[in-house]
């Protein structure tokens, strides 16, 4: 099992969406940056556990837990002339683009913030710290054990 953090703006798909969302799952669609997209496609395996990240909002912070039950699929929303997520250079033959479907888990007791991440020393491999702009990034598994004790989640 592998340890990730996803990044969402809580205004277009919270945490709260997750936990309200039918059977508590969804299709973590619209990536669209390379990296975050091979860690999808190469890395996220069913079973890994993901922190959701509220980002683009006034406290950005880690919110709570989910886990992934399936893998990477093609993300259907690139080839829609109506999504946000549309990709005029990707084909049915040849997608560009992935997703998988994530479980809700829990809300942390407490959320993580960026600010409290940033100033915490035990805290060195995430990139959350060092370049926060990717979506989906691997967490340590002592990171991830970190930051589940600073949310109140043991």
Not at 39 to 49: C, E, S, Y
Not at 76 to 95: G, I, V
Request: hydrophobic share 40%; charged share 20%; aromatic share 10%.
């Amino acid at each position: 099992m592998a340890y990730w953090l996803f990044k969402t703006e809580p205004d277009a798909f919270s945490i709260d969406d997750l936990h309200q969302a039918p059977e508590q799952s969804t299709f973590w669609e619209g990536i669209r940056n390379y990296q975050a997209r091979n860690f999808l496609r190469d890395g996220v395996q069913v079973g890994d556990q993901v922190f959701i990240y509220h980002s683009s909002c006034k406290v950005p912070a880690v919110v709570g837990i989910a886990t992934v039950t399936k893998g990477a699929e093609v993300d259907p929303h690139q080839f829609d002339l109506s999504s946000d997520y549309y990709d005029a250079k990707s084909s049915r033959d040849n997608p560009r683009w992935v997703g998988v479907t994530v479980h809700y888990q829990q809300h942390l007791a407490r959320p993580v913030t960026l600010k409290a991440i940033k100033a915490d020393a035990a805290i060195t491999e995430l990139a959350l710290k060092k370049a926060g702009r990717l979506s989906v990034m691997p967490v340590t598994e002592a990171e991830w054990a970190h930051i589940c004790q600073l949310g109140g989640t043991e």
